[in-house]
C-alpha cells in the first residue's frame, strides 16, 4: 500500500479563498489588512520568500510593504524602522525575516515588535499566551500543520504525536499546538537515544531537523501521519524535506510532499495572523 500524499496546493488555495473573502468584508468596512516584511542583508533564498509572501499578500487583496535593506545596515536604523511601522496604522503585522546579519541581535529586533503586530509570533509575549492557551497568533510554520492535519481529517485528540526538532520557530511550539489539541506529545532530538525506537510510536509524526532526507521508513510506524517541514536547498539547486519521501512512502498512511505542502501553508498562515490582527484592530476602534 501506498501512502497517500497530502494534496498541498488544494488545501492551499481553498484557504487563501476563504481568506481573500474575508480581507474583502472588512474592506467593505474601511479597513484593508497591511503586511510589512523588513529583510536585511542579501540571503537569495530569503529574497525567494520574501517575494512569495508579498505575492500571496497581493492576492489575498491586502497591502504589503517590503523594506529591503542593506547587509551593513546598524540594528539601530532597523530598530527605528520598526518603531515607525509599529506606528502606523495601515501595517497590521511586522514580519522581520531572518537569519538577520550577525551584527543585528534578533533578540532585540523581535523584542520590538509590537506584540499585537507580531504575526510570526515570535514575540516572548505572544510565546508566553501560546503557553498558557490565550487567543492570539500562533507561529506560522505550526499552526500551518494543524490545519494540515484538520483539513485531512485526521483525529489528533489522544494520538501520540511525535516531534522532530526543538527549535523555537517550530518544534517547541508545534508541541505546544499539538498539546492544545490533546495529543500526546514527544520531542525528540540530536540527542534523543534510540530514535527510531521513539518515532516508530508516532501516530503524527512532524520531522522538523533541517536535514535533508534523515527520516527514513525505519523510523515510520505504517500507517502513520508524517509532515515533512523541512525545506534543505541541495547542491543540485533541488528542494529536499527531512523526509526521505520515496523510502517512506510505501510505510506511511499519510505524507506531506517537499515542495508544496508546509511552505505555502506556512505563508497562508502568516496571511491569517495578519488578517486577524486588522480584524481586532478594526474591532478595538469600532467599541471606541
Ligand atoms: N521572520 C521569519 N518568518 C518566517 O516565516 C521565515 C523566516 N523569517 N525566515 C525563513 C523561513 C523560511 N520560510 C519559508 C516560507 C515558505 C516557503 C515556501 O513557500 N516554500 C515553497 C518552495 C519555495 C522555493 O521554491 O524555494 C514550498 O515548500 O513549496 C519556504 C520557506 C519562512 N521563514
Same mark, same amino acid.
Given at each position: 500500500?501506498? /501512502?497517500?500524499?497530502?494534496?498541498?496546493? #488544494?488545501?492551499?488555495?481553498?484557504?487563501?479563498? #476563504?481568506?481573500?473573502?474575508?480581507?474583502?468584508?472588512?474592506?467593505?468596512?474601511?479597513?484593508?489588512?497591511?503586511?510589512?516584511?523588513?529583510?536585511?542583508?542579501?540571503?537569495? %533564498?530569503?529574497?525567494?520568500? +520574501?517575494?512569495?509572501? $508579498?505575492?500571496?499578500?497581493?492576492? %489575498?487583496?491586502?497591502?504589503?510593504?517590503?523594506?529591503?535593506?542593506?547587509? /551593513?545596515?546598524?540594528?539601530?536604523? &532597523?530598530?527605528?524602522?520598526?518603531?515607525?511601522?509599529?506606528?502606523?496604522?495601515?501595517?497590521?503585522?511586522?514580519? +522581520?525575516?531572518?537569519?538577520?546579519?550577525?551584527?543585528?541581535?534578533?533578540?532585540?529586533?523581535?523584542?520590538?515588535?509590537?506584540?499585537?503586530?507580531?504575526?510570526?509570533?515570535?514575540?516572548?509575549?505572544?510565546?508566553?499566551?501560546?503557553?498558557?492557551?490565550?487567543?492570539? !497568533?500562533?507561529?506560522?510554520?505550526?499552526?500551518?500543520?494543524?490545519?494540515?492535519?484538520?483539513?485531512?481529517? +485526521?483525529?489528533? /485528540?489522544?494520538?501520540?504525536?511525535?516531534?522532530?526538532?526543538?527549535?523555537?520557530?517550530?518544534?517547541?511550539?508545534? $508541541?505546544?499546538?499539538?498539546?492544545?489539541?490533546?495529543?500526546? +506529545?514527544?520531542?525528540?532530538?540530536?540527542?534523543?537515544?534510540?530514535?527510531? #525506537?521513539?518515532?516508530?510510536?508516532?501516530?503524527?509524526?512532524?520531522?522538523?531537523?533541517?536535514? !535533508?532526507?534523515?527520516?527514513?521508513?525505519?523510523?515510520?510506524?505504517?500507517?502513520?501521519?508524517?509532515?515533512?517541514?523541512?525545506?534543505?536547498?541541495?547542491?543540485?539547486?533541488?528542494?529536499?524535506?527531512?523526509?526521505?519521501?520515496?523510502?517512506?512512502?510505501?510505510?506511511?498512511?499519510?505524507?506531506?510532499?517537499?515542495?508544496?505542502? &508546509?511552505?505555502?501553508?506556512?505563508?497562508?498562515?502568516?496571511? *491569517?495572523?495578519?488578517?486577524?490582527?486588522?480584524?481586532?484592530?478594526?474591532?478595538? #476602534?469600532?467599541? *471606541?
Amino acid at each position: 500500500m501506498s /501512502a497517500q500524499v497530502i494534496n498541498g496546493k #488544494e488545501i492551499v488555495s481553498a484557504y487563501r479563498a #476563504e481568506i481573500k473573502e474575508q480581507v474583502d468584508a472588512l474592506k467593505d468596512r474601511g479597513v484593508q489588512p497591511g503586511l510589512a516584511v523588513v529583510i536585511v542583508g542579501d540571503d537569495p %533564498a530569503s529574497h525567494v520568500y +520574501v517575494r512569495n509572501k $508579498a505575492k500571496a499578500c497581493e492576492e %489575498a487583496g491586502m497591502h504589503s510593504e517590503v523594506y529591503k535593506l542593506p547587509e /551593513a545596515t546598524p540594528e539601530a536604523e &532597523v530598530l527605528e524602522l520598526i518603531g515607525k511601522l509599529n506606528a502606523d496604522a495601515s501595517i497590521h503585522g511586522i514580519l +522581520v525575516q531572518s537569519p538577520l546579519p550577525k551584527h543585528i541581535s534578533e533578540e532585540r529586533i523581535v523584542e520590538s515588535i509590537d506584540p499585537l503586530k507580531d504575526v510570526d509570533c515570535f514575540h516572548p509575549v505572544n510565546v508566553g499566551n501560546l503557553m498558557i492557551g490565550k487567543e492570539g !497568533p500562533a507561529p506560522c510554520t505550526p499552526a500551518g500543520v494543524i490545519e494540515i492535519l484538520k483539513k485531512i481529517g +485526521v483525529e489528533i /485528540a489522544g494520538k501520540h504525536a511525535v516531534v522532530i526538532g526543538r527549535s523555537n520557530i517550530v518544534g517547541k511550539p508545534m $508541541a505546544m499546538l499539538l498539546l492544545r489539541e490533546h495529543a500526546t +506529545v514527544t520531542v525528540c532530538h540530536s540527542r534523543t537515544q534510540n530514535m527510531e #525506537e521513539i518515532t516508530r510510536q508516532a501516530d503524527i509524526l512532524v520531522a522538523a531537523v533541517g536535514r !535533508p532526507k534523515m527520516i527514513n521508513r525505519s523510523h515510520v510506524k505504517p500507517g502513520a501521519v508524517v509532515i515533512d517541514v523541512g525545506i534543505n536547498r541541495l547542491e543540485t539547486g533541488k528542494l529536499a524535506g527531512d523526509v526521505d519521501f520515496d523510502d517512506v512512502l510505501d510505510t506511511a498512511g499519510w505524507i506531506t510532499p517537499v515542495p508544496g505542502c &508546509v511552505g505555502p501553508m506556512t505563508i497562508t498562515m502568516l496571511l *491569517r495572523n495578519t488578517l486577524e490582527s486588522a480584524q481586532r484592530t478594526a474591532h478595538t #476602534e469600532a467599541v *471606541r
